[in-house]
C-alpha cells in the first residue's frame, strides 16, 4: 500500500493529452514539492517534473505538473507512442521523514 | 555530465548481508545527496534512505531502520548501501540516484545508477 495514490493505468490515442493524478496528505503533497518519474521497460526512472512543475533540461514542453493542496497531476499533451511507460509521483514526507512515492501508473498509448 | 556505475549483481541466502556500490563520475560528489531506491520485480518505487557525503550524515526509511546502513567515500567518490538480514522479500533491484539539489523538502533525483538486482534465495 502506497503513501500516494495513483491509478494503476492510464491510456489514449496518438495526438491526445492525458493526464495522471496522484493523492496524498498535508505531511506529504500538502507541505512539500512533488515530483513525477518516467519508467520506460528495462530502465532506470527519469526524472520529469520536479519542484511541483518545473522540467530538467531536455524534458520536452509535453510533460506538465501542477500541483492544489494535498492532489498533484502531470499531464502530457500531444501523446506519443513513445511515452507509453510507468509513471511515478514522488514527495517528502514530513511525519516518515523521508521520500514516499505513488505506486505508479503504467500509460498504454491505444 | 553525471554518471553513476552500480556494483555488479548479487545472489545471498536468507539472513545474510548485502552491500551495493554506486561510483559517481563527473559532477561535484560531496555536495548532493545520493538515494537508494528499491524496486521489487513487477511493483513500484521505495525509498531506502540517503547519505550527504559532504557531512557524512544519513537518514534511512522507518522501515528499514536498524537493517540498512548507508556510507560514503569522498576519496574515492563512492556511496554504498549495505542491508542485512536479507529475506526473500528484499529480492529487489536496488538503485542509487544523485538528488537534483532542488528545493528542501524535495524528492528529486536527476541522476540514477543502472540498477543492481540482489536475489534472496536458499
Known amino acids: 500500500q502506497s503513501v500516494l495514490t495513483q491509478p494503476p493505468s492510464a491510456s489514449g490515442t496518438p495526438g491526445q493529452r492525458v493526464t495522471i493524478s496522484c493523492s496524498g496528505s498535508t505531511s506529504n503533497i500538502g507541505g512539500n514539492f512533488v515530483s513525477w518519474y518516467q519508467q520506460l521497460p528495462g530502465t532506470a526512472p527519469k526524472l520529469l517534473i520536479y519542484s511541483n512543475n518545473q522540467r530538467p533540461s531536455g524534458v520536452p514542453d509535453r510533460f506538465s505538473g501542477s500541483k492544489s493542496g494535498t492532489s498533484a497531476s502531470l499531464a502530457i499533451s500531444g501523446l506519443q507512442s513513445e511515452d507509453e511507460a510507468d509513471y511515478y509521483c514522488a514527495a517528502w514526507d514530513d511525519s516518515l521523514n523521508g521520500w514516499v512515492f505513488g505506486g505508479g501508473t503504467k500509460l498504454t498509448v491505444l | 555530465q553525471v554518471q553513476l556505475v552500480q556494483s555488479g549483481a548479487e545472489v545471498k541466502k536468507p539472513g545474510s548481508s548485502v552491500k551495493v556500490s554506486c561510483k559517481a563520475s563527473?559532477?561535484?560528489?560531496?555536495?548532493?545527496?545520493i538515494n537508494w531506491v528499491r524496486q521489487a520485480p513487477g511493483q513500484g518505487l521505495e525509498w531506502m534512505g540517503k547519505i550527504i557525503p559532504m557531512v557524512d550524515v544519513a537518514i534511512y526509511a522507518q522501515k528499514f531502520q536498524g537493517r540498512v546502513t548507508i556510507t560514503a567515500d569522498k576519496f574515492t567518490r563512492t556511496a554504498y548501501m549495505e542491508l542485512s538480514s536479507l529475506r526473500s522479500e528484499d529480492t529487489a533491484l536496488y538503485y542509487c540516484a544523485r538528488d537534483a539539489g532542488a528545493a528542501a523538502g524535495s524528492a528529486a533525483a536527476d541522476y540514477w545508477g543502472q540498477g543492481t538486482l540482489v536475489t534472496v534465495s536458499s
Open positions: 563527473g559532477g561535484t560528489f560531496s555536495s548532493y545527496p
